[in-house]
């Protein structure tokens, strides 16, 4: 479970029912921006691997371009462009070689009018997002099934899914601490279309199942900015992945 290929699981395995919280809450009005997330992820105490994304952006403070690059393997690094179509609601990723500059692999998504993903297209999937104001309700993988996700307080509570065997998740959250950048559900969704799916209230805590228990942490500096997110993910067997991500921002 790595980089990318941990947080589309995410996606697979994270109804409805929810009170109204003041949802202009949900992500601090800053002047700052993610410049960089550093990765280290490590499997049963084993060495770490380093991983690390390079961000960049347009004039419309939107993801222009990311760098990845990974330590033990330099033949992965790529270099990752966004392209907004405004005209058609459409958002196109291509992914570059930064060994060959070949292109290696495109996503696109669509968007509605008020600017969220309701589509994305890999190579090797198809998926659906559908929304009940700024929250998720249900994510739909073509044609394999569907997860439903219930809300509480305008966090998740449990989620239910036909596509994983391990299909029922319930969910905490930091009830003091609210969504900001640096939540590990937003730095999945941020790396994989530019932009933040999950709207919820507060920082996620812990996501249980019965094949993982998940335990997330942060720090966060003096202007409330998260600088660090850590999360340790325990399967069934007893196998632990420890996840530190280091997080740089700037200011626009």
Known sequence: ????????????????????????????????????????????????????????YDNSNRVSHYIYSIDINPTQDVSVFYTYSPESNKI??????????????SDSFATNFNGQ?????????????????????????IPYGNTMFSTTNDNFFRSVSTISYDSNMTYKFYETLLDRTGDYLQLGSFIFCGMNLFQNADLIRSSVSSGYT???????????????????????????????????????
């Open 92 to 105: 196109y990723k291509n992914y570059y070689s930064l060994t060959d500059t070949l292109l290696e692999r």
């Open 214 to 252: 998940n335990e997330y942490s942060y720090i966060i500096d003096a202007n409330s900015k998260i600088t660090q997110t850590t999360a340790v993910i325990t399967d069934s067997v007893g196998n632990v992945y420890n996840y530190t991500y280091n997080l740089a921002y700037e200011s626009y």
């Open 117 to 141: 993903i309701i589509e994305a297209w890999t190579p090797t999937n198809h998926f659906q997002y559908l929304y009940n104001g700024r929250q998720m309700y249900e994510m739909v993988s």
């Open 1 to 56: 479970m790595k980089k990318l290929a941990f947080f589309v699981p995410v996606f697979l395995l994270i109804g409805f029912s929810s009170c109204v919280k003041d949802h202009t809450a949900f992500q601090p009005t800053t002047n700052y921006r993610l410049e960089s997330i550093q990765l280290l992820s490590s499997v049963n105490g084993s060495l770490p691997t380093r991983e690390l994304y390079n961000f960049y």
